[in-house]
């Protein structure tokens, strides 16, 4: 469920007409709902009422200020996966206790970060980082508290990019591996296990791989504690899809975050360990938009192609992951033409589908490409030396810009001349 809604026949955000963000902001610009963002992580925390739980919020769906003070103010902690994630976190005042440190390649300068900062866990992913992290952490006489993330080899998601958990990607530690590591970390005294970890993909919308995942983990906990090893959490990522399509939804029904959380009581029943949660997608990806103008149509004989001033470096995902986003029109009308919408960046591959059932659209009309608050500002990159869009969040009547357009100055200045092609 999300706050974009039809008022008087024109798209809303909360209260607010695009329109209006669209006249005063410009295009392409990213809009968020703090209403809908906050109903999302509070819709998470009630499914788990039952058993006190975490909930880590995963940074990089989408690391803006003024999201990640929703969260911090919610009360929820962050799932963290670089250092850039650790201190923007921090700069939005999520305590360094409430958050989760993940990622597979974490330098020596990352590790040091971490264990200054005192975060809540460090998730290991190899051993050789579990060995640097002990010496680290005993030359600065500082406790982390480490969970190993496990490779379960058991894959899910909804494209293989992002399928985390099989024996052929490389995030985690084998099982095996991990079980030997797990008794072995016990000799170094500045490193404090206190479990595991496991996040198999994302938009996961089959339950059964998660709950295989689940009690494959807790078994692999239950073996730890009976060799007399201390563990006390069980990290159990992120991963549940969304509906990217309102059809699919409705037939979903609203109750898939209860359906997890009672599979995942189900398979914890009994099991006395804390458990956390790294949601991104599920909390981001309905809370925004991507507001767009037309530019230009293009004719072709099979398609009819609308031109907008969004492309694939503002949203990749349909590029990178085949995704579609759904597009609405911010003008309400019959749904009378199929057009192939796609931006300016000269690729074949800068288009966000065919056959999307719009109402007539005019050069300098607005539209919306849906559910794209989760990994779409947060991938963007200035390719074809495009600006990066403007972020705007929404509250009620209110809005304000939470990233400014970058300027044409700004673009220029990031790179620099070396001294002989200065004169
Ligand atoms: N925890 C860890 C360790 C992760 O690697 C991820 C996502 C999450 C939590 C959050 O997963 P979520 O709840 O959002 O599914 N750019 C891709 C998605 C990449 C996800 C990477 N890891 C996309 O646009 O589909």
């Known amino acids: 469920m999300h706050h974009f809604h039809y008022r008087g026949g024109v798209l809303h955000a909360e209260n607010v007409d695009l329109r209006e963000i669209a ?23 009630d499914a788990f009422a039952s058993r006190s739980v975490g909930l880590f919020y995963a940074v990089k769906a ?17 799932d963290v996966v670089s250092q850039g994630e650790i ?16 990622g597979v390649g974490k330098t020596d300068e990352d590790l040091n970060f971490a264990i200054d900062a005192g975060l809540y866990q460090v998730n290991v992913e190899t051993e050789g980082e ?25 894959g899910a998601g909804g494209h293989a990019k992002i399928t985390t958990g099989t024996e052929d990607n490389k995030f985690g530690i084998s099982t095996a591996d991990a079980m030997r590591l797990y008794k072995d970390a016990q000799h170094y005294p500045f490193l404090k296990t206190v479990g595991l970890a496991v996040h198999i993909g994302s938009q996961i919308h089959d339950l059964a791989p998660l709950r295989e995942t689940f009690v494959f983990l807790r078994k692999m906990a239950e073996d730890l504690r009976a060799q007399g090893l201390p563990l006390e959490r069980l990290d159990l990522g992120g991963g549940l899809g969304v509906f990217y399509d309102r059809e699919e939804e409705a037939k ?10 009672a599979m995942v ?20 990806a309905n809370a925004g938009l991507l507001l767009t103008k037309v530019i230009t149509h293009n004719p072709r004989a099979q398609k009819k192609f609308l031109i907008v001033d969004a492309a694939m470096n503002d949203l990749a995902r349909p590029a990178l992951y085949e995704a579609r986003h759904e ?24 288009t966000f589908g065919d056959n999307f059932m719009l109402p007539e659209q005019d050069r300098g009309d607005l539209v919306c490409l849906m559910s794209a608050g989760a990994y779409g500002s947060v991938m963007s990159s200035t390719y074809n030396q495009r600006q990066l869009a403007a972020e705007v969040l929404v509250s009620g009547d209110q809005w304000a810009v939470v990233r400014p357009r970058q300027s044409y100055d700004d673009l220029i ?10 004169a």
């Not at 911010?330 to 749904?335: I, L, P, S």
């Not at 200045?413 to 200065?422: I, N």
């Open 23 to 45: 006249a005063r902001v410009g295009t392409p610009v990213y809009v968020y709902s703090h209403a809908t963002i906050e109903r999302h992580l509070k819709v998470f925390r």
């Open 62 to 78: 989408n690391g803006n200020l003024a999201v990640l003070k929703i969260v911090a103010q919610s009360g929820t902690g962050a």
């Open 87 to 102: 201190r923007k976190a921090m700069a939005a005042d999520i305590a360094p206790e409430k958050i989760i440190y993940s």
């Open 130 to 154: 579990l060995m640097r992290l002990a010496t680290l952490a005993e030359q600065k006489k500082k406790q982390v508290a480490v969970a190993l993330r496990v490779n379960p080899a058991i």
């Open 252 to 261: 979903a029904g609203e109750n898939r975050v209860q359906a997890y959380a």
């Open 265 to 284: 009581l189900d398979v914890m029943h009994g099991f006395d360990a804390h458990l956390s949660f790294e949601p991104g997608r599920l909390i981001m």
């Open 327 to 350: 597009i609405w029109p911010v003008k309400e009308g019959a749904a009378s033409v199929a057009y192939s919408v796609a931006g300016p960046v000269c690729e074949s591959g800068d």
């Open 413 to 422: 200045r990031a790179d620099s001349l070396p001294p002989w092609l200065k």
